[in-house]
């Protein structure tokens, strides 16, 4: 399971590579394709392909939105994705479900009330229980007993009776530590009975500077800002 490529192409194959030397089939992608980096074009194909699941982002979701009018960056990631690409991104489904292992398995980008609704690690009690409710995004299926999401680029897990929340992090641009991250989910596939379920986080090194240079190479702006949170995982806003 990863997230938040985030035009990050050079992390994005480094990840791929590592699931596919691990022998994993099935690939969820929890969104934001693109936007920060440089490659979104080349990232939403490559994900269409590779990966069995595509949910929907809040960068996927209002990147067709940006006018003539808004910030020359957010522009120009507006414009490096084709128009068939910005329509495939906006009518990815913005929840998905799976059983494993007798654990009900609820999947999305930031919270079950929106792709643009972010809840951190530190989040509430109330935050917590709401991250599992049934709502006009998720459906009004079975309640799941674990739900996990991106969007903060901050891999973390947490337990409360009967329910597991976790964060896989961020492939394309992480803000934990410098390193990509993904999550193997463990069981039974499909299995309804009680059997052995693991969350595994795993990080994959990667040529970062390949990636500020691919940047650079294509012109992309506000390339400090990126470059500074590649290499030291610290947000642009706090640097």
């Known amino acids: ?8 192409l050079t992390a994005l194959e480094a990840v791929l590579h590592d ?3 691990r022998g994993i089939e099935r690939v969820i992608n929890l969104g934001d394709f693109v936007g920060k980096g440089p490659r979104g074009s080349d990232v939403v194909d490559r994900c269409d392909k590779e990966c069995d699941v595509n949910i929907r982002g809040n960068w996927d979701d209002f990147l067709h939105t940006i006018g003539d009018a808004d910030a020359p960056e957010m522009r120009w990631w507006r414009d490096e994705v084709r128009p068939d690409q910005l329509e495939w991104l906006r009518t990815r489904p913005l929840s998905h479900e799976l059983v494993m ?8 980008h930031a919270s079950a009330t929106s792709p643009h609704h972010r809840v951190r690690e530190d989040h509430t009690r109330g935050e917590f229980e709401a991250m599992f409710a049934n709502t006009e995004m998720t459906g009004q299926g079975k309640v799941p007993t674990v739900v996990g999401y991106g969007d903060i680029h901050a891999t973390y897990v947490k ?19 410098p390193v990509p991250s993904y999550v193997i989910l463990e069981g039974e596939f499909e299995g309804d009975a009680a ?13 970062v500077e390949a990636e500020i240079a691919a940047a650079a190479d294509l012109g992309m702006p506000a390339l400090d800002a990126y470059a500074k ?3 030291t995982a610290v947000y642009r806003g706090l640097q």
Request: proline share 7%; net charge positive; glycine share 12%.
């Open 229 to 231: 949170e590649l290499r």
């Open 159 to 177: 337990a409360r009776p009967g329910r597991t929340l976790f964060n896989v992090g961020s492939v394309g641009n992480p803000l934990d530590e």
């Open 101 to 108: 292992s007798g654990r009900r398995i609820r999947l999305y």
């Open 19 to 21: 699931i596919d030397a």
């Open 1 to 8: 399971m990863i997230s938040d490529v985030h035009g990050n």
């Open 195 to 207: 059997a052995p379920f693991g969350i595994q986080f795993v990080r994959v090194p990667y040529d």
